[in-house]
């Protein structure tokens, strides 16, 4: 099965930037879309970011297009999430996922793997 790692969250102040990273072992990385979701205290684990197996198609979260970046290196099995001009609403737990599929998923239900999840914290 495929293993997901998340790294790169922490402490930021609002309008600044940060990047998280998601390492992945095992078979085909490259035929997994990846995605990021992200899950604040009290709310449910809401859609962020995902991208394609082939790195050509992406899709956003409105409260996010604009200020994060989905990317992808398969020659080193990451992905990404740049993250700018953060607000004190992105803090959350962020979670990478990966969806054995062409496609670009939005849901939940869409993926196979998680990752253990890294947490943000944007100050005011």
Do not use: H
């Not at 309008?15 to 095992?26: D, K, Q, V």
């Not at 997994?32 to 970011?49: C, I, K, L, P, T």
């Not at 999430?81 to 496609?103: G, H, K, W």
Request: proline letters at 2%; hydrophobic letters at 35%.
């Amino acid at each position: 099965q495929v293993q997901l790692v998340e790294s790169g969250g922490g402490l930021v102040q609002a309008g600044g930037s940060l990047r998280l990273s998601c390492a992945s072992s095992g078979r085909s990385f490259t035929r997994y879309a990846m995605g990021w979701f992200r899950q604040a205290s009290g709310n449910d684990r809401e859609f962020v970011a995902v991208i394609s197996w082939s790195g050509g198609s992406t899709s956003y979260a409105d409260s996010v297009k604009g200020r994060f970046t989905i990317s992808r290196d398969n020659a080193m099995n990451t992905v990404y999430l740049r993250m700018n001009s953060l607000i004190p609403e992105d803090s959350a737990v962020y979670y990478c996922a990966a969806a054995q599929t062409f496609a670009t998923p939005i849901v939940q239900y869409g993926y196979n793997y998680w990752g253990q999840g890294t947490q943000v914290t944007v100050s005011s």
